[in-house]
């Protein structure tokens, strides 16, 4: 299954929302995940079963979608949400990774 | 709290071998799947491997399978993954991963710092 992610960087203004996209190549279902990596850092869950925020995650973080087509929602952005975000499909083998989209301040 | 801590990465030339470990600690460990992400330097992730709680279940990437090994010792809470005929494009930032439960339809929850591999004559 292949996994691609839209844009691959997507510009904004802080304080505003930012809608980042993911599609894959075969239904999986719900089992879709996003990761946000902060540079140096190891990447941190955030959604998991497409719409479930992670332990401590806060509720600016939505994720939606199943099947093939997912959404990943950030509200009123602030300096620490700008970075990269991956998604995950974890429901065939061999899970896969999209390729990233980068946030950042416009 | 959870704590993931890698280490086995260094230097390895083409064709070498290298025994990556992970030790766990903060939770009950073999109530877990377990996972290894790898992340190339400037590259997005990608997904190497990952063990069931019972180790049970194991499945591979399709650029590593044949060649990398991942195990368990759930008994001194260590993930290992055995890495042989290294090349050039497994030169990466290994992450040790904690799975949200036991079987392998998982995502990684709880991330390692990472220790690195580089395959170089």
Not at chain 2, 88 to 100: E, I, L, Q
């Amino acid at each position: 299954i292949v996994m691609t992610q839209s844009p691959a960087t997507l510009s904004v203004f802080p304080g505003e929302r930012a809608t980042l996209s993911c599609r894959a190549s075969q239904s999986v279902s719900s089992n879709l995940a996003w990761y946000q990596q902060k540079p140096g850092q190891a990447p941190r869950l955030l959604i998991y079963g497409a719409s479930t925020r992670a332990t401590g995650i806060p509720a600016k973080f939505s994720g939606s979608g199943s099947g093939t087509d997912f959404i990943l929602t950030i509200s009123s952005l602030q300096s620490e949400d700008f970075a990269i975000y991956y998604c995950q499909q974890y429901n065939n083998w061999p899970q896969a990774f999209g390729q990233g989209t980068r946030l950042e301040i416009k | 709290e959870v704590q993931l801590l890698e280490s086995g990465g260094g230097l390895v030339q083409p064709g070498g071998s290298l025994r990556l470990s992970c030790a766990a600690s903060g939770f009950t460990f073999n109530d877990y799947a377990m996972a290894w992400v790898r992340q190339a330097p400037g590259k997005g992730l990608e997904w190497v491997s990952i063990i069931s709680a019972s180790a049970g279940s194991t499945f591979y990437a399709d650029s590593v399978k044949g060649r990398f090994t991942i195990s368990r010792d759930n008994f001194n809470n260590m993930l290992f993954l055995q890495m042989s005929s290294l090349g050039a494009d497994d030169t990466a930032v290994y992450f040790c991963g904690k799975g949200r439960i036991w079987e392998v339809v998982t995502p990684v929850v709880n991330w390692g710092q990472g220790t690195l591999v580089t395959v170089s004559s």
